[in-house]
Nanobody
Framework: QVQLVESGGGLVQAGGSLRLSCAASGSSFSSYTMGWFRQAPGKEREFVAAIRWRSGSTYYADGVKGRFTASRDNAKNTVYLQMNSLKPEDTAVYYC????????????????????WGQGTQVTVSS
């Protein structure tokens, strides 16, 4: 079991930056591939980024490539999402999630793959 708590959201002007954190508790955080998702008002939740448990390799949605960077610090049981050059369309509730299986070689953009979710943190980008 993995418990997740996001933080770092807030209100920022377009072009600004935020860093989201996701603190994990429970067993073997370092063995889980982690994902970031977001849900804007009136829209379905969508994939943002994922970071593999072993190599730390990352995978991004097209709309955030080059602007967002996912990273993890396994010693601190924390995964991060650095968001730069923010746009109003990035406004959403952001969620971190842990893959349903530890030690998996899969890195997925499908939310059905992720069984453990945080409560979300609001990011609002003003124009």
């Amino acid at each position: 079991q993995v418990q997740l708590v996001e933080s770092g959201g807030g209100l920022v002007q377009a072009g600004g930056s935020l860093r989201l954190s996701c603190a994990a508790s429970g067993s073997s955080f370092s063995s889980y591939t982690m994902g970031w998702f977001r849900q804007a008002p009136g829209k379905e939740r969508e994939f943002v980024a994922a970071i593999r448990w072993r190599s730390g390799s990352t995978y991004y949605a097209d709309g955030v490539k080059g602007r967002f960077t996912a990273s993890r610090d396994n010693a601190k049981n924390t995964v991060y999402l650095q968001m730069n050059s923010l746009k109003p369309e990035d406004t959403a509730v952001y969620y971190c999630a842990a893959d349903r299986s530890p030690y998996t070689s899969v890195i997925s953009r499908a939310e059905q793959r992720y069984d453990y979710w945080g409560q979300g943190t609001q990011v609002t980008v003003s124009s």
